[in-house]
């Protein structure tokens, strides 16, 4: 059984950090990638950012890049979202997934688990 849980989130102002995180247990898997979708009310799910465990490659939507940074601690099985600059658009679900292939992809369907969201509220 695949366990994903976010935590990290919680409501800021304009300009604030946050760092959200998502602890995966009950598998291992030896190619696979992780990442960080979110969903405002109303709206479809996004991606955010992704990374390839293995190798740390990564990728990111244009409307995070220079602010958002993913990584992940190997040894913890944990992923990690450090969000700077926060501005009240970032304000939503944020949820964490897994899928099962070693290069990121930015379609939420084709992501195999997902943990439960934490939300992330940003106001002006």
């Known amino acids: 059984q695949v366990q994903l849980v976010e935590s990290g989130g919680g409501s800021v102002q304009a300009g604030d950090s946050l760092r959200l995180s998502c602890a995966a247990s009950?598998?291992?898997?030896?190619?696979?990638?992780m990442g960080w979708f979110r969903q405002a009310p109303g709206k479809e799910r996004e991606f955010v950012a992704g990374i390839v465990w293995s190798g740390g490659d990564t990728d990111y939507a244009d409307s995070v890049k220079g602010r958002f940074t993913i990584s992940r601690d190997n040894a913890e099985n944990t992923m990690y979202l450090q969000m700077n600059s926060l501005k009240p658009e970032d304000t939503a679900v944020y949820y964490c997934?897994?899928?099962?292939?070693?290069?990121?992809?930015?379609?939420?369907?084709?992501?195999?688990?997902w943990g439960q969201g934490t939300q992330v509220t940003v106001s002006s």
């Open positions: 997934a897994v899928q099962l292939s070693g290069i990121v992809t930015k379609v939420p369907s084709r992501y195999n688990y």
């Open positions: 009950g598998r291992t898997w030896t190619s696979h990638t």
